[in-house]
């Protein structure tokens, strides 16, 4: 198993949160609504993002492997969360237009692709979330 990182650190300049991995950088923030000053996309924004992006990379790699000619994938990723009285469930939707000379078998393989793409496995399967204080 890989274990894959990021750093997130937050001053005082409410709710500005930059995340690194190292080598790139990019700010976290919660829209003016929220109190922070809108200067990047919310934390579950950003949840949504993984997995969009994650399944366009994953449709692009298939389809160049194939050969097929898959000109764009524009996908739009929602979310709704539910409560019930003893746990909220919590809906992705993603939303996926490819567009590109593509027969409906390979449309329909495509989909099924999409959903293989590694952030779609990860919140399709049971995750374990931990934390600890450090010194």
């Known amino acids: 198993m890989s274990e894959l990182s990021v750093t997130v650190s937050i001053g005082k300049e409410k709710y500005k949160t930059e995340v690194s991995n190292g080598r790139n950088i990019l700010i976290a923030d919660e829209p003016e609504s929220m109190g922070g000053a809108d ?51 919590t809906y992705l939707k993603s939303h996926i237009k490819l567009i590109g000379n593509l027969d409906d078998t390979q449309r329909q393989r495509l989909l099924q692709i999409a959903e293989l793409c590694p952030i779609h496995k990860i919140l399709s399967n049971p995750i374990v979330l931990e934390s600890n204080l450090l010194p």
Do not use: F
Not at 47 to 68: E, I, V
């Open 39 to 89: 200067l990047g996309l919310g934390p579950k924004e950003l949840l949504l993002s993984s997995l969009g992006s994650c399944t366009a990379m994953t449709l692009r790699m298939y389809a160049d492997r194939k050969k097929w000619d898959l000109e764009e994938v524009l996908i739009t990723v929602k979310m709704e969360v539910v409560p019930s009285s003893h746990q909220q469930t």
